[in-house]
């Protein structure tokens, strides 16, 4: 599969901090999506992106397809201790695949 | 309650002895797949399966084997188990773009 690249590799924030983070790739693709493992736990669907320019929200979470549909950006407001984890973008192909991103590993301190 | 299932959780075993990881979904899902988790790398794709007795290659199949005799059940094969394979392993299941993810399995290859 494609290479998906997520930045910041990993992150300490205050709890309250806002949070950013993205996933570029070389590729144009026609889905994204952004998972979330919890700590033990298996990755679990956050958000799914189907449109580029699209901007989607779940509770304190927004997530955007990019215009050029190569990177995809995942924001959290106001975070909270229960968001730690690692966070996945990742996309669908046409052979009907989903292909993970490195992770964003996010640290909140309380 | 809809689940997938992966047993064991947790092995240790030497290199060269066979090994099963077994994987369940009971929502009747079509698609299950193999991923293997280590640092810095992310998620990546062993094997998927697209139904019953259909398999094909992930990005890193190299060391493994899968069977899907029936649709529920997804197992994880290692015929001669090696150091490299240590690792989180993790089996899903799909619908659409959601995938459901088992808790996962850390097996350790001394």
């Known amino acids: 599969g494609q290479q998906l690249n997520q930045s910041p590799q990993s992150m300490f924030i205050q709890e309250g901090e806002d949070v950013s983070m993205n996933c570029t790739s070389s590729?144009?693709?026609?889905?994204w999506l952004w998972y979330k493992q919890d700590p033990g736990e298996g990755p679990v669907l956050l958000i799914a992106?189907?449109?580029?320019?699209e901007l989607t929200s779940n509770g304190r979470l927004t997530a955007q397809f990019g215009i050029t549909r190569k990177d995809s950006f995942l924001n959290i407001s106001a975070s909270i201790p229960s968001d730690v984890g690692i966070y996945f973008c990742?996309?669908?192909?046409?052979?009907?695949?989903?292909?993970f991103g490195t992770g964003t590993r996010l640290t909140v301190i309380p | 309650e809809a689940q997938v299932t992966q047993n064991p959780r947790y092995l240790i075993t030497v290199t060269g002895k066979k090994l099963t990881v077994t994987c369940s979904q009971n929502?009747?899902?079509?698609?299950m797949s193999w991923y293997r988790q280590d640092p810095g790398l992310g998620l990546r794709q062993i094997y998927y399966?697209?139904?019953?007795?259909?398999?094909d290659k992930g990005d890193v199949p190299e060391g493994y084997k899968v069977s899907r005799k029936e649709k529920r059940n997804f197992p994880l094969i290692l015929e001669s188990p090696s150091p490299n394979q240590t690792s989180l392993y993790f089996c899903?299941?799909?619908?659409?773009?959601?995938?459901?993810f088992g808790q996962g399995t850390r097996l350790t290859v001394v």
């Open positions: 590729s144009i693709f026609n889905t």
């Open positions: 399966s697209m139904n019953v007795e259909v398999t």
């Open positions: 929502m009747n899902h079509e698609y």
């Open positions: 899903a299941s799909r619908l659409g773009t959601e995938a459901f």
């Open positions: 990742a996309y669908k192909t046409g052979a009907n695949n989903l292909f």
């Open positions: 992106l189907y449109k580029a320019g």
